[in-house]
């Protein structure tokens, strides 16, 4: 086909690209739903009217301009086999955001005596903040993506993230899905067979959608006839009618809250540059050359708009384009999944379907999301960093503890004396140095392993150099945070307990930098593996 030739907007493999990456979206809007409404008892209302709309309206402009993207380089190329770069909301941080972010500020907003229906509107302008704050650093790393990815590590980068995929992406919607042990266990256990197994059903449609319309079916079946799990009830239907995602100033009230969760914000919006990259050489690989920075570029407008327009969740390129190119997709897919979501947002199409949608059904989803991308991580690293990854798993489990506890507020002076009167002679009181190792635990966990994996390759100075930013973010709190709620502070504002165990960890740091830092000297302080 000759480059001036006018191309088709769809072909036959765009439908198949359509419902893979529409599922993918309502899979993620469902969970987030399901987790603020059935786990924090969040108002439905505030989550389909005024969450809902904003992002899905991100994805509709994302989808746009991926679309635009490439019709445009399959115009300049003079090809018709090029396929654009699916856009979509981003598990792993759309669902951190519900679990860590959105959930944990309302139920502290209503301990701090606001009512149900203000604490949910001061939440849901935190989670606005929250995007404008991951898409303006998303913006600024447009333009230094590849310096980022070289002074970090890849096993730092992707192990941060496995190891939040495997504790609290993975077992705490694990936890969810066996509350309703049949529905919830039968459809993982499809899920497992059409994604890991690559498994063959007796119909022609995608894997994903099939387990979720089975799930659902017999979810609402086993409640029909009295063989549900104890507590099954029919949906209660919130009235939906449209909503238009009108640009607002909700986001610079929320500003300010979003303090106290830099410390996930920020590794947040870190990894989709480095996982813009990533599907930017993948898409590469498969034929298609995409600038790298355009498709950065219009990942972190997208997460602005819905941030603007009342979103809360990013949107982020998937890492799935060749297996779109695969499908037969082009460019159409992108566009129909742009209109549906967002369009749908708009109408309550998506939030209608999103209500009938169980969490039994959801969560098993979110696992196998879990498992993929650990799994991802370790195939990406090389095997001797193994290790290391493994060791940053560790702070998660300190934060998953801390959430199932119910005690983040351990470390608070009023809890002084309780906490001393534990003291066995071994050290810190444990609480107190699970709740300190999880606040920061993303961040900790990319500076654990990148330190580690320095060691590793003998460059003793290299890791010292992590440990001493590890010290520097511990003195102001943005890791091993030990306010109650994690925040960030001054280090001459702390007193008694919180001083001693702030300067206790940033002594770690310092004390291991500093021995590193000898070893460093010594000639070849790590020798060269054996040829294999």
Not at 107 to 128: C, F, N, R, S
Not at 134 to 159: E, H, N, Q, W, Y
Request: aromatic share 10%; charged share 10%.
């Amino acid at each position: 086909m000759s480059a001036t030739a006018p191309r088709r907007w769809f072909v036959a493999g765009d439908l198949n690209g359509f419902f893979g990456l529409v599922v993918d979206n309502l899979s993620i809007l469902g969970f987030i739903a399901a987790a603020l409404i059935g786990i924090f008892g969040f108002p439905a209302e505030v989550v389909y009217t005024r969450m809902f709309p904003g992002t899905a309206f991100g994805v509709l402009v994302g989808n746009l301009i991926y679309t635009a993207m490439a019709r445009r380089l399959a115009a300049r190329s003079g090809r018709d086999d090029v396929t654009a770069m699916p856009l979509g909301l981003d598990a792993p941080t759309s669902i951190g955001m519900a679990l860590l972010v959105l959930g944990p500020a309302f139920v502290a907003y209503k301990q701090q005596g606001l009512d149900e229906q203000a604490a949910a509107i001061a939440t849901w302008h935190l989670g606005m903040a929250s995007l404008v704050v991951m898409g303006v650093l998303k913006f600024v790393l447009s333009f230094a993506g590849d310096a980022v990815t070289r002074l970090i590590p890849r096993a730092g980068l992707l192990g941060s993230i496995a190891g939040v995929a495997l504790v609290l992406m993975g077992f705490l919607p694990l936890v969810e899905t066996l509350r309703s042990p049949l529905v919830g266990f039968v459809t993982l256990g499809l899920l497992l067979y059409v994604l890991i197994a690559k498994g063959r059903l007796p119909v022609r449609l995608p894997g994903v959608f099939v387990a979720f319309v089975f799930g659902t079916v017999l979810y609402y079946g086993l409640g029909a006839l009295g063989l549900g799990a104890p507590g099954f009830h029919w949906p209660q239907a919130v009235p939906l009618s449209i909503v238009l995602p009108w640009p607002n100033l909700g986001f610079v009230e929320g500003l300010p809250a979003t303090v106290p969760y830099l410390p996930l914000l920020l590794p947040f919006g870190l990894l989709m540059v480095v996982g813009g990259i990533n599907v930017s050489e993948s898409a590469r690989a498969a034929g298609d050359d995409y600038r790298t920075r355009d498709i950065l570029l219009a990942e972190a407008f997208s997460t602005l708009v819905a941030g603007v327009c009342g979103g809360v969740a990013q949107t982020t390129p998937y890492i799935g384009q060749p297996a779109y190119k695969h499908m037969g997709a082009r460019s159409g897919y992108t566009l129909l999944t742009g209109l549906f979501v967002g369009l749908g947002g708009i109408l309550g199409i998506v939030s209608g379907l999103v209500q009938w949608l169980p969490l039994a059904v959801l969560a098993p989803i979110i696992v196998y999301v879990a498992l993929d991308i650990t799994t991802q991580a370790f195939q990406a690293t090389p095997s001797k960093h193994a290790t290391a990854m493994v060791f940053g798993f560790l702070p998660s489990v300190a934060y998953m503890l801390a959430i199932k506890t119910g005690n983040p507020g351990w470390i608070a002076p009023e809890h002084h004396a309780q906490l001393m009167s534990a003291l066995d002679g071994h050290g810190l009181p444990e609480l107190a140095v699970i709740v300190t190792l999880g606040n920061g635990f993303i961040m900790t966990s990319m500076i654990w392993t990148s330190a580690v994996a320095a060691m590793v390759d003998g460059r003793l100075r290299r890791a010292a150099a992590f440990l001493l930013a590890g010290a520097a973010l511990s003195l102001f709190g943005i890791i091993h945070s030990v306010h109650p709620q994690g925040g960030v502070y001054l280090p001459w504002a702390l007193e008694g307990l919180q001083r001693t165990i702030a300067w206790q960890f940033i002594g770690a740091y310092l004390g291991l930098a500093a021995l590193l830092l000898l070893l460093s000297f010594q000639r070849d302080p790590v020798p060269a593996p054996p040829p294999a």
